[in-house]
């Protein structure tokens, strides 16, 4: 791997930093190796269903819901909170564009080094104790031969909370091509191993990775007082065209019966014309 740079985000917004991971991969050259935290979120892939994905239900007396964001790479959906750490490798890379090896392998000696024992499954996830610890995806921009690589750290997060905010409270009969994401029982890397709070522990991580990687500079990056980054927060990140609207056509059969059939995430054939134009949100709420 060649040399990099490793930027720590000062946000812990996931449509921020979100956006900066877009941001990086367009308008850099470098590689670089980012880290960031995000307050509570669930994460849906590119190509994933979140009506399928995720609980949409109210979660308190004021009606609010699970944040939810769709990200730049493909997989399953993850839960982030100030216990997850979250990982991203940024690179030039001309051949091999899906190595998931490559970028978790160091990830995986920095864990053992601080003591806890893990594995790389087949489907490139950090396991330890038979519990995943660290889910993968990639992403890649073939016109300008970048590559995305990121992964999560459970390290002191919210089991409870993410169990639950991961699936629906009720399955809809939905029928779509959309990825469909693989669950495994999970764990806090923290009960296994105590390092302090999540950013002592993402700092040993960080000076663990400096002996298996060639880092030229470690720095803190602002993604909030970015003026591009902010762009496609607003445009892209935050709307709902991209979180719920780039979701794959799909059909959902009523308690009735009948057949909608979805794009964009939007009523496009119905039995019942009102229907037609509406969001699907509106429907299943």
Partial sequence: MQPLSIYLSNSTNVFYNLALEEHLVT??????????????????????????EVDLSPINDNLDTHTVARRLS????VFHDLGNINFSFIRNKDTDFVNFREHIEPISAALLALGIPNSISPRNDIFVNEHKVSGNAEHVNSKAKRIL???????????????????????????????????????????????????AFLEQVVSELKKHLEVTSTES?????????????????????WNFGHTPQFTFTSANGSVLKVRKG?????????????PFSEIVT
């Fill in 221 to 241: 990056i602002h993604p909030e007082s970015n003026l591009t980054v902010q762009a496609l927060v607003t445009e892209k990140y935050t709307s709902w065209d």
């Fill in 74 to 77: 493909g997989g399953g959906t």
């Fill in 27 to 52: 308008a850099s050259h470098e590689d670089i190796l980012l880290f960031y935290i995000n307050t509570d979120a669930v994460v849906i892939g590119k190509h994933q269903n979140p009506w399928k």
């Fill in 149 to 199: 690589h990121h992964g999560t750290l459970l390290y002191d997060s919210n089991i409870i909370k993410l169990n639950g905010s991961i699936k629906p409270k009720k399955a809809l009969p939905i029928k779509t091509h959309a990825v469909d994401s693989v669950r495994s029982p999970v764990m806090n890397m923290r009960d296994l191993t105590d390092l302090g709070d999540t950013p």
């Fill in 266 to 278: 939007k009523v496009i054939e119905a039995e019942n014309n009102h229907l037609i134009g509406l």
